[in-house]
């Protein structure tokens, strides 16, 4: 009897939920964003490479209202519901409203601590929010993070209530095109719907938000590095409130199997002091952390690739006076990325210590009813599945940050990543250099304030730490196109200083120096083509595109295009042979020293129709096979 009050209950909650909400515009929807369920938002873990067992998701409907950007009393009243984590100005949010510059956007929601978590402490982590998140529980400020792009959490033990509901605020300002930080392609300058390039803001909470409890002694962070040479995982591993007295338990298994055991204790207080990569200002980050670093031998690792995307198993126990206190699941690969000259002489990006052709779209990751967020795990996952499907073997995740979970997906699966840096600008002027793509020695930066440097600087640092562990990232790209470009060499420096595991490709498509990162990246459309050679650097083609076609009612813009099922066939067939026709012509440049090309794109997106399947995810737009069998050819052209 009582299951069946509570089925009750939970059918008249979902049944509230829905008639509180419902997609804002009737622009293109996917199917994810058809069949979204407002009771149960992104409800898988959010971290998967460093999991909990216990969490509380709150994700959901919030209350949401606006207020003037100079405001800092916290609402009595509320405008109405905002499903979380979607930002206001997407369809799937419940809004559909672009805000600006000039107002805040303020959340609200109440929680309930679980009885069973009693005496525990409380963090509050939030996937990302764009941009500067003031964040109050039971009306007293508790912190403040600014940056789009990464994770952040708060203790939130000494301000909860004795018992009953807890009150949660956020209070987000996002200024947009109006500053210059991080933002991609964002736009909120009126230039949106003239421009092809420029796509709308997303303000607010674009990823999940959970309630994750911890004894006091607690682990905080992972860092795994694998050698492959030497067959060992170096790790870090980072906690608080423990001792030296305290032990830490690391086993690594195969699935089948376990690997290897290792217990040592829990470190000693090392302060990280960290030089952000110019020298036009002191900013120093620095924190005082409890670290241990772990040399763990793995005999004969499994080597991972995307050919073979094997991922070991790893769990890590901290115990306190004994006790266990901690308990964390993850997982890791054995993968090298290194470059190394052919038998001609020439640069080739190696994984492995074998030369492996990077073959993959530009992907955006934008969502034509979520703008930033995926409506659902599902489709994150699609992405993916059709890139590899399709005969690639890498993706370039553009001028974007995922969620942690599309990385461990790509881990999964197996598939390369170059991670761009989200830009801070893009127009010629103040805070953009001139763009000078094919005179490669004649590469330019822009000269800017030492605060928008930190800015920039402070957000990489925090990409690279939060992307660290993940095997399939293999390169980092600090700049696109000479947008925002500055002090290029000595960000490319600090980038591969602070990571030396991965290649750097300083400035895709944007004002090249000979000195800066380890790679010389050309954009040429329709291409692809090499447009300069460097023989000391790898030379790739960061960006082409030959193909693209409107399909009616499936993209964003589109009164004109193509709706005729005859006309639709006949168009797969044109765009496959454009497509095979590249890539006759791209054995060419690899014979001429190519090492990577980047079509663009996965998907189209808002203007541009150029994507490999339509803006909503439901059409495709070339005949898979022939256009299967062409990529694959490229992608295998060193063989195993």
């Known amino acids: 009897m009582k299951k069946i009050y509570l089925s009750a209950l939970l059918v008249c909650g979902s049944l509230i939920a829905s008639a509180q909400w419902k997609p804002a515009t009737n622009n293109i929807i996917t199917p994810w964003g058809e069949n979204l369920d407002p009771q149960h938002v992104l409800p898988e873990y959010p971290r998967p490479i460093m999991e909990r067992e216990n969490w509380l998701n709150l994700n959901g409907l919030w209350d949401y209202t606006l207020s003037t950007k100079e405001e800092n009393n916290i609402p009595a009243t509320f405008d109405g519901k905002i499903l979380v984590p979607f930002a206001i100005e997407s369809s799937l949010s419940g809004v559909g409203k672009e805000i600006g510059p000039d107002k805040s956007l303020w959340y ?74 991080p933002k991609g392609k964002q736009r909120n300058d009126g230039k949106v719907e003239i421009g092809m390039w420029w796509y709308p803001p997303v303000t607010g909470i674009w990823q999940t938000v959970w309630l994750e409890p911890v004894n006091d002694q607690h682990i905080t962070n992972l860092k795994m590095v694998p050698d492959i040479d030497t067959q060992t995982l170096h790790v870090n591993i980072e906690s608080k409130n423990t001792t030296e007295a305290d032990r830490i338990t690391f086993k690594i298994s195969d699935g089948k199997s376990l690997v290897c055991e290792q217990t040592v204790t829990a470190g000693q207080i090392e302060y990280e002091a960290v030089m952000l990569p110019f020298s036009t200002t002191d900013i120093i980050s620095s924190q005082a952390t409890f670290r241990q670093s772990i040399q763990i031998n793995i005999p004969s690792p499994k080597l991972w690739s995307p050919d073979s995307p094997f991922l070991y198993d790893v769990e890590i126990e901290l115990y306190h006076n004994g006790k266990k206190v901690d308990q964390i699941k993850s997982y890791c690969a054995m993968r090298k990325v290194s470059i190394g000259r052919d038998a001609q002489g020439l640069l080739r ?27 659902s795990d599902e489709a994150l996952v699609y992405d993916i599945k059709k890139t590899k499907e399709l005969g690639f073997n890498m993706i370039r995740k553009h001028v974007k940050v995922e969620p942690a979970r599309w990385y461990t997906h790509c881990d999964r699966i197996g598939i390369l990543v170059w991670q761009d840096m989200p830009s801070c600008d893009y127009d010629k002027g103040e805070k953009s250099p001139e763009w000078v793509p094919w005179n490669y020695f004649n590469g330019r930066d822009v000269n800017l304030p030492a605060e928008d440097m930190a800015t920039y600087c402070k957000e990489w640092k925090e990409i690279m730490d939060f992307l660290y562990s993940y095997p399939s990232i293999v390169m980092w790209v600090p700049f696109n196109e000479a947008w925002g470009q500055f002090c290029t060499k000595a960000i490319a420096d600090w980038t591969k200083k602070y990571d030396p595991s991965r290649t750097v490709n300083a400035a895709s498509g944007g004002n090249l120096y000979a000195d800066a990162g380890e790679v010389l990246d050309t954009h040429y459309y329709p291409g692809p083509e090499l447009r300069l050679f460097n023989p000391n650097k790898v030379n790739v083609i960061g960006e082409y595109g030959p193909c693209g076609f409107q399909i009616i009612g499936h993209d964003w813009y589109a009164p004109t295009g193509v709706h005729d099922p005859a006309k639709l066939r006949q168009e797969y067939i044109d765009q496959t042979n454009k497509y095979i026709n590249a890539m006759n012509l791209l054995k060419t440049e690899i014979g001429k020293g190519a090492s990577a090309a980047v079509y663009c794109q996965t998907t189209d997106v808002f203007r541009e129709s150029n994507g490999l399947v339509t803006f909503d995810r439901k059409s495709r737009k070339f005949n898979e096979k022939e256009f299967t069998e062409a990529n694959k050819e490229i992608s295998d052209y060193f063989g195993e």
């Open 108 to 181: 609200h929601r109440t929680f309930s601590v679980p009885t069973d978590w009693k005496g525990k402490k409380l963090l509050l982590n939030f996937g990302a929010v764009d941009w500067q998140a003031d964040v109050y529980l039971n009306d007293i400020k508790i912190g403040r993070h600014i940056g789009g792009s990464t994770p952040f959490s708060f203790d939130i033990t000494p301000y909860l209530k004795k018992s009953g509901e807890q009150k949660l605020v956020v209070r987000v300002w996002d200024p947009t095109s109006s500053a210059f930080i």
């Open 349 to 375: 990006l190696q994984l492995n210590n074998k030369m492996i052709f990077h073959n993959g779209p530009l992907d955006q990751g934008w969502w034509p009813d979520g703008l930033y967020t995926a409506p």
